[in-house]
């Protein structure tokens, strides 16, 4: 960048010649110019800042002790030299075509503003400078008396700044009270989805989701008005539109800052999506333990109704085998301890039942592909259907079954829903069925198993997940449908019985990701 004109400039217009008295009484314009050309050289050398006077052709006619001492050169040692000599080399060949166009229309203006502009000192290093333009007509020519100011301090306030902003964890975004945005931090352009560049210079409403942006911009200018530190997410949840379309929750804080150039508003944005996934997980696993303490409230009180019992008949008939053992009645000895083996095997069977259930969703399963049409052919293939004539059975899939998934847990659970449609069939209907139907969505599949049996009456629809809970035409532990439940819940779906005197309906809704 050219340090000494360009075209970036605070225009003030053209300058007259200087009229009016002096300090001593004088008229400028009756002071002859060698003497007016004294005083202006005077002026420059008592300028407290570095300051130089350039004649139209761009030489150099007077420097001050600041001005030598900024760019390192011997006091008087750049009189006569031409000012590009101070300007990178960059830049150097433009600049005198920069300067021929100063020149024809001379007018006050600042440099380096808002953008990067250096001077190039004797040892060739480079000083980031704001630069001054005054035109000085003088005696038909236009000297220009020209101030320089080292902006090193600055830059190096502003350099440490960014980086306190970058080392920050949250996201901050200074905005102009009209909403841009003049500043941001590296966590903010990780939040918006952009580089600085990309950011700096939008107005702050474009990343409010569009269904807010009339608003918002009525709430800004409102702040503006009567602005305070204050928190944005009072009992609202906030979220944020990033240039990549990715919408974000946040809790956002509003600080006024008063500086130059006037009030800007410093926002803090708080990424909250790892908080409110921590929080559903925290939700998730409390509906975990809720549903584990039902599942024990509902064993203890099973297990003291439905096993004690079978254990006071397999007590009641060994007293009787001591009995008969006694009177030598070996025959019904016999006769009372089958009896007593079958209850007690019978009930072995059940404990380990709840074992299996209470074991279930504890030990980790790595997800693999599945092909449900496949698996579910082989599980309906294998099953006996307690010696009745299997249903007719048909799968409908509205596109490939292949998904990844825990394999053992969804296909017990199919296998357990397909053995009691198999079982509780209707005898009054001729043609027993059963359909398993699978309905696929975005990341997201339903499975119903249907059939036309004996249906479960209304009063017990919204008890058949309890434990030991049976129908009055079962000959199982009651343990089935509430397996089938918990190995739902284990793959964060949800399970939902319709049931008539026309047929069940067992419909899965589960979050399965489909093989690519």
Not at 386 to 400: N, Q, T
Not at 452 to 464: C, E, L, M, S, T
Request: hydrophobic fraction near 40%.
């Amino acid at each position: 960048m050219a340090p000494f004109t360009g075209s970036s400039a605070t225009d003030q217009g053209p300058q007259p010649p200087p009229r009016g008295p002096d300090p001593s009484g004088h008229d400028l314009a009756t002071v002859p110019q060698d003497e007016l050309f004294e005083r202006f050289k005077l002026a420059v050398s008592l300028s407290p800042v570095p300051a130089l006077l350039v004649g139209p052709e761009g030489r150099i006619a007077m420097t001050n002790a600041a001005l030598d001492q900024l760019f390192l050169y011997p006091d008087r040692a750049l009189i006569g030299q031409n000012v590009e000599q101070l300007v990178p080399l960059s830049s150097q060949a433009r600049h005198p075509i920069l300067r021929e166009a100063f020149n024809r229309r001379p007018i006050r203006r600042e440099m380096g503003q808002g953008r990067e502009v250096y001077g190039q000192r004797a040892d060739g290093s480079f000083v980031p400078v704001e630069i001054g333009l005054s035109p000085v007509p003088l005696g038909g020519r236009t000297m220009v008396f020209t101030t320089v100011v080292d902006i090193s301090e600055r830059r190096l306030g502003e350099r440490r700044l960014r980086e306190a902003l970058d080392a920050a964890a949250t996201a901050m975004v200074m905005v102009a009270p009209d909403g841009t945005i003049e500043l941001v931090n590296s966590a903010a352009c990780a939040l918006l989805g952009g580089v600085s560049a990309e950011l700096v210079g939008r107005n702050v409403d474009s990343f409010v989701p569009t269904e807010f942006r009339v608003q918002h911009a009525v709430y800004r200018q409102s702040y503006v008005n009567a602005s305070r530190p204050r928190a944005m997410t009072e009992g609202r949840d906030l979220h944020v539109v990033g240039l990549d379309g990715r919408r974000t929750p946040v809790h956002i804080a509003l600080t006024p800052i008063d500086g130059v150039g006037g009030q800007r508003i410093m926002a803090t944005l708080v990424d909250l999506s790892q908080i409110m996934a921590q929080e559903r997980e925290l939700e998730e696993r409390n509906a975990h333990l809720s549903a584990l303490n039902e599942e024990l409230t509902q064993f203890a009180y099973s297990a003291s109704h439905d096993l004690r019992a079978p254990l006071a008949t397999i007590a009641g008939l060994l007293e009787l085998c001591l009995e008969d053992l006694a009177e030598g009645e070996t025959q019904e000895c016999t006769r009372n301890i089958t009896e007593a083996l079958k209850t007690s095997r019978r009930n072995i069977r059940k404990v380990e039942q709840v074992l299996t259930l209470a074991r279930a969703g504890l030990d980790p399963m790595p997800p693999e592909p599945v092909d449900l049409t496949e698996a579910a052919t082989a599980i309906w293939d294998d099953l006996t259907c307690d010696g009745l004539a299997k249903p007719a059975f048909c799968i409908v899939s509205d596109g490939p079954a292949d998904y990844i998934t825990e394999r053992q847990t969804l296909l017990t659970a199919i296998e357990n829903l397909l053995s009691n449609a198999c079982r509780f069939q209707d005898p009054t209907k001729e043609s027993p069925w059963v359909e398993l139907r699978l309905r696929h969505a975005p990341e997201r599949l339903e499975l119903s198993v249907s059939d036309n049996g004996i249906g479960i009456p209304k009063q017990d629809q919204a008890r058949v997940f309890e434990l030991f809970r049976r129908s009055g035409k079962s000959t199982g532990h009651g343990l089935g449908l509430t397996l089938v439940q918990k190995h739902v819940r284990r793959l964060r779906g949800s399970i939902r019985l319709d049931s008539s005197p026309e047929g069940t309906c067992f419909t899965l809704t589960l979050p399965l990701r489909r093989v690519s």
